[in-house]
């Protein structure tokens, strides 16, 4: 039984047809009469797959031909949609007759299709996703694309992430034997009070509290893990974790760690310093083994209590699900600071598996999704130890309770 999405957005399961989907599934093949007996989700699939490849309309015989017009957003949408309602492994098909018969090869090198292009996260998503079926000419073009939008969300998220997890870090660490340039005063007044001295009207402090310095030893710093989920229906949150991972790491007082994964496995930390090429380095779409993912990622940590694994995807395993639940329970109780991301996107409630992420909340790691701006403080919140669920009810989040499971 295989999970799929269904028009509600509650996961359902695929067995043997039965009379009505057959029908609709005729419809679809052979084009309804009109679109009003079709649902709004098998409407925008009837007009992806017209657009596409046309077919016989059911009543007449007369030949249904869509295309796509030369213009970037109805493009971008549509690769979406393609993206969305098949398996990898039938988009890629779908994508390859596409560049055969739609000629997005030629728009993509058009000096004007470039300049019509404005900074869109999905997008990237759908370039990167193209990559493996286009000529290598193309993939320059794709890659001045790619790098106008990079550079765009970059310039929009990288000062607040940047303030927010330095600020994290340096306040968030206290030092009781502080040099004078780093005494805190007003935390050092506040715990010395009982030691007022009336006759002198002063405080004779007791114990000094300051500020850590920032410069520590590379072994004192805490580590964030981003280790992401590049399946088909994770493409907008991978193409964001990147940009805020490829931030973090240019932080001297943050190890961060990108890890990418399907039922592979890639370690791109190596790459940071080129959000570009670590997107052209991941591979969207195929199966989904969140365990091995979790297993690379547990043999990386050395501090336990200092790292902070921030696992993003839909929790929709394809591998050993209770092995997956027993590792992340035992990274928990190691003291790793153990957050899941349904989504780090722009887009409202995410697909994801239910049962899965009540299980997660049972076990102790926040489970919520979260917008790309919301997401340095959600670091920062993260990196003092803070009650995240208590961050994200201030932010208006709903995160999944344990008991949504049986809800």
């Known amino acids: 039984m295989v999970p799929v999405k269904t028009e509600s957005g509650i ?4 067995g043997a047809p039965d009379a009505a989907e057959k029908e609709r599934r005729w419809m679809l093949v052979l084009g309804a009469e009109s679109d009003q007996v079709l649902s709004k989700s098998d409407q925008r699939l009837n007009s992806a797959l017209n657009a596409l490849y046309g077919g016989m309309n059911g009543g007449g015989g007369k030949k249904r031909r869509g295309s796509l017009s030369r213009s970037a957003p ?9 993206r969305e309602f098949f398996p990898s492994s039938v988009v890629q ?17 058009e000096p004007e299709f470039l300049a019509a292009l404005e900074a869109d996260v999905h997008l990237v998503a759908d370039l990167v996703s193209l990559r493996s079926v286009m000529p290598e000419k193309t993939i320059d073009t794709a890659r001045q694309v790619i790098k106008k939008v990079v550079d765009e969300l970059m310039e929009r998220l990288e000062r607040k992430t940047s303030e927010a997890v330095r600020g994290a870090l340096n ?6 034997r502080p040099r004078f340039n780093d005494i805190d005063w007003h935390r050092t007044i506040h715990a010395n009070l009982r030691h007022y001295q009336h006759e002198h009207r002063t405080i004779v402090p007791e114990k000094l509290v300051g500020f850590m310095r920032q410069q520590r030893r590379i072994v004192d710093l805490d580590e964030v893990i981003l280790c992401v989920d590049q399946s088909g229906s994770m493409a907008t ?48 779409g195929g199966g989904t083994d969140i365990n091995q993912a979790v297993a690379y990622c547990e043999n990386l940590i050395d501090q336990p209590s200092k790292t902070h694994l921030i696992l993003i995807t839909d929790l929709c395993e394809g591998g050993d699900g209770n092995a997956l639940k027993t590792r992340i329970a035992h990274l928990i109780r190691q003291g790793v600071n153990v957050i899941t991301l349904l989504a780090l996107s722009d887009e409202g409630k995410p697909f994801y598996d239910a049962e899965m992420a009540a299980d997660f909340a049972a076990i102790g790691s926040p489970v919520f999704a979260c917008t790309p701006d919301q997401f340095p403080d959600l670091m920062a919140t993260a990196l003092k130890r803070e009650d995240v669920l208590s961050w994200a009810a201030d932010q208006d989040i709903q995160a999944v309770r344990p008991e949504d499971e049986r809800m």
């Open 11 to 14: 996961q359902a399961e695929c």
């Open 74 to 82: 109805k493009v971008s949408r549509w690769l979406g949609d393609i």
């Open 93 to 109: 098909v779908v994508q390859r007759d596409a560049f055969e018969r739609l000629g997005l090869k030629e728009m993509l090198m």
């Open 171 to 176: 306040k968030s660490k206290r030092s009781f």
């Open 237 to 284: 949150s991978v193409v964001y974790s990147s940009i805020f991972a490829a931030v973090m790491a240019s932080i001297p007082a943050v190890k961060t760690r990108l890890v990418c994964f399907d039922t592979a496995i890639l370690d791109l930390t190596e790459d940071l310093e080129d959000p570009v090429s670590v997107l052209f380095g991941v591979q969207l």
